[in-house]
Structures are given as C-alpha cells and as structure tokens.
C-alpha cells in the first residue's frame, strides 16, 4: 500500500504559502509582513527591545539567537565563508553576500534627500540620521554624539589610549584597523588614489577627497579668534593650540616645544643632523622635503607672492607677510637691553646672541668668529676672493649684495643714520659707529711697528702700507 502526504499538512502549505510570496502575519508596529508566525513574534520582541541573548564578553545583547551565534563566532576568530575575489574571509554567509554586493557595485538603497546610493540598508539609515541630525549615543568625555553605539565605543577607545594595532617598522600604534593598514599601505609605497589634477598619488580615498578640498579652496573650518580659514580640521586643531599656547611635544635637546609629534620628529632629525632630501641641480640636502621644495622654487625662480607696495616677489605666502610687516614698521618683538625692535622673533634671538658675545659661526680659514651665519657667509666669500655684486654707476664690486646696497645709497645720498653728538647724517649703522668711536676717541687699530693707533682699520692698513714703502 502508498502512502501519499496530505496535501493540507502544516508544513506542505507553508512551502505553498512561501512560494506564493503569501504573508499573512503583519506588524502592526512597521507594516513588515511574514510567512510564519513565530518569524512576527521574534520580529516583535526586536521592537520591544527585549534581547535575551547577552554576550559574555563585550556585554552585546541579541534578540535572536542565531544573530548572537554568529557575534560569538566573531568573538572566536570564525570566518568559514571567504571571498573568492579579494580573500577577506566572514563569520556568515549573508556577511559574505552583503560584501560581494559591493565588489559588483550594487547600490540599491538611494537616499531620497541628496540621491546618494549605498550597498547596505544600515549605511543608508545611517546616513539619512546624519540628515535628520539624530544622534543617539554621547560621548561623556568630550560631548562628541554619533549615529552608531559602534562608533561611539571606537571613539571611546581614542580618549582611553586604548591602540592594539602596533606598527613593526616604526612603532606607531593606532586604535583602528583600518587605519593601521593605511599606515601600512604608506610604508609599503602603497599609493592607488591619483588625482587627475596634479598627479599626485595618496594611499586611501579619504586622503585624497581632502586634497581635492585643497584644489577646490573648500575652508570650512574657521577660527573664531582671528577669523582664519582652513581646509583640513587637523590643520585648523593645530591652529587653534597655537592660539591658546598648547605645546604638547618639547625636544629634549634644545628645549623647544612644539604643537604636534610630526614637527618633534622633522625638528629632532636636524638635531642629528638629518638630510635625506637632496637638490638634483646643486647638491645641496635638506632636512625637510618642504623646504627642498622651497629651494628648487629658488632655482626655477618662482615667486608667485608679490607685495603691492615695493614689488619684490617671495616664494612663500608668510614670506610676504613678513615682508609687509616691515613696510608697516610692526615691530613687537622689543630687546630688553638695547630697546631695539625688531619684527620676528627669531630676529630679536640673534640680536641677543650679540649682546651675549655668543658667535658660534667661526671661519676655518683664519678662526674669526660670527654670531649670525650670514655674516660669515660674507666673511668667507672675502677670503674667496667673490665679487659677483657690480655697482651700475661706477662699476666697483662689492663682496656682498647687502654691501652693494649700502654702496647704492651712498650714491643716492640716502642717510638715514644721524650722529647724536655732531648731528652728521651718515650712510650706514657701520660708519656711524666709527665716526662715534672717533668723538669717543677709540682707537683700537694699533701699529705693531711704530705704536701709533687708528680708529678705522682701512687708516690703519694705508699707514702699514707707507711704512712698507719707507723701507724699499
């Protein structure tokens, strides 16, 4: 005898009632229909919030038990459904689906505010919280809010030092994977991002979309305190700790601080006297990439930054800038010794240096001894023999381009230094402090012949000379 299944049996009709697409079970919370009932209760107590199934480990909780099954596989290092495209292995199988929908471009959840197509439904909900401004989950250290309980906990993991993901080559430690593969990446010369408008190449995407900002002069970030603009929020950070004097990173060598671990590093590297980027067209090598950058704009010429008022053309923006100050005699760096202003700091250091007596620049030819390196640049050209400078009006050649200006305005008449006990107009700051040497009556210029004293050298080199002549 056959036996044959009753087609009105539980199971059978629900494999009809499957097939058919029929649902006859609906929430009436969403609206979301199902074929069984038992699928609408679990649904419900997703609704309700009740999730019996808590993680041991992280304290996650689930309102399905298959869901926390796969969390604990996560947990366990389980990925048994791997990718057969890039090899990234899944705990589950819908995981792996969700990431070949991205591999085939599939984005078929569109936002309906801006048009922006996702993979993934949760990326879209996300994204549409960001429109509607929700933001569920606070930090309670800094205040910060975010869409996701996830992002929250990585955030956390920031204010709490917490970095697993330690670099092997140099050390730095991140506290997010995927910014410790784009760590990596840059060691490895990984750089797949190019942008079409300079050429220049970046590891990740991210780095290049804040590249493009640059290109398209997008600065939304802005100080509240001087009104300056910046592109990159990094940028517009280090900005604002200059504001309020914040220098977390001092070197252990000179003493001085700075605003971020980078410019420790670079400024650490001179220290050890560090030059890995070299000049293809002189030689000449340089601590900073940046400032071998500025050197070959010096060889091809370029000075895009020009001042209105004069005309001279700079290499650098803040060049300029200090330019401009000069012309408009902003001097608020004063020297507590002598008064004298200047308008740079580092300026006002190397004056300083001179009332110490420090002069750390000494020629190897003769032992002389500078404060300022270019001084002895000067000195050293001396002794080469350099007149490159010609004067146009009476074809004498200077040793320097700073003597031949004081040569120039000699011959324009300019005196801009005037004698405080005669009131003579003198040229130059040099040859008024020989004329008040000689109302002072110093004469520190000796003849090692005869014994008589000058107070210029050049009056003591014509007297040595006529006693040269006396004795041929």
Known sequence: MRYFRKENSHDFKFEIDMQAGIKNHKCDICGKSFTRKYVLMRHLDMHGGIKNHKCDTCGKAFSRKGYFKLHLDMHAGVTNHECDICGKAFASKSNLKHHLDKHAGVTNHKCHICGKAFTWKCNLKNHLDRHSGITHHKCDICGKSFTRKYVLMRHLDMHGGIKNH???????????KVYFKLHLDMHAGVTNHECDICGKAFASKSNLKHHLDKHAGVTNHKCHICGKAFTW?????????????????KCDVCGKPFKSKGNLKRHLEMHAGIQNHACDICGKAFTQKSDLKLHLYMHASIRNHICEICGKAFIRKYLLERHLDMHASIKNHKCDICGKSFTRKYVLMRHLDMHGGIKNHECDICGKAFSQKVELNLHLEMHAGVTDHKCD????????????????????????????????????KGTLKLHLDMHAGVTNHKCD????????????????????????
């Open 393 to 428: 009006i009476c074809e004498k050649t200077i040793k320097s381009k700073r003597a031949l200006k004081f040569h120039l305005d000699m011959h324009a008449g300019v005196t801009n230094h005037k004698c405080c006990i005669c009131g003579k107009a003198i040229s130059t």
């Open 166 to 176: 330690k670099c092997d080559t140099c050390g730095k430690a991140f506290s997010r």
């Open 233 to 249: 929020k990094c940028n517009f950070k280090n900005h604002l700790d200059r504001h309020s004097g914040v220098t977390h990173h």
């Open 449 to 472: 012949i005869c014994g008589k004293a000058f107070i210029q050298k050049s009056n003591l080199n014509v007297h040595l000379e006529r006693h040269a002549q006396s004795q041929m």
